[in-house]
């Protein structure tokens, strides 16, 4: 069984920055894509940022390209996503999410393992 758990949420102004990350542990592999989503009140869970864990390209939400960067530790065991610029319309709950395929995709329904995710406040 894959854990996945995330941190690094907080309460932040507008404009400022944070770096959540999701740890994961159990039996994960190397080659799975990771995901990030989030998902405000109200509102549908959506995409945000993926990564292949082996490199390559990354994907992005258009509404935070340019702002987010998705990243991962070199032991492939932590992924990582730096916010810049962050704005109200950024406050959400953002989750974490492993996917058994080397691609990252932007579909919630294509992820088989999920953290219980991380409040982001954004204050304007």
């Known amino acids: 069984q894959v854990q996945l758990v995330e941190s690094g949420g907080g309460l932040v102004q507008a404009g400022g920055s944070l770096r959540l990350s999701c740890a994961a542990s159990?039996?994960?592999?190397?080659?799975?894509?990771m995901g990030w989503f989030r998902q405000a009140p109200g509102k549908e869970r959506e995409f945000v940022a993926a990564?292949?864990?082996?490199?390559?390209?990354?994907y992005y939400a258009d509404s935070v390209k340019g702002r987010f960067t998705i990243s991962r530790d070199n032991a492939m065991t932590t992924v990582y996503l730096q916010m810049n610029s962050l704005k109200p319309e950024d406050t959400a709950v953002y989750y974490c999410?492993?996917?058994?395929?080397?691609?990252?995709?932007?579909?919630?329904?294509?992820?088989?393992?999920w953290g219980q995710g991380t409040q982001v406040t954004v204050s304007s």
């Open positions: 999410a492993e996917r058994k395929d080397f691609l990252g995709t932007p579909f919630t329904d294509e992820y088989d393992y």
């Open positions: 990564i292949r864990r082996t490199g390559g390209r990354n």
């Open positions: 159990g039996r994960t592999f190397t080659t799975n894509a």
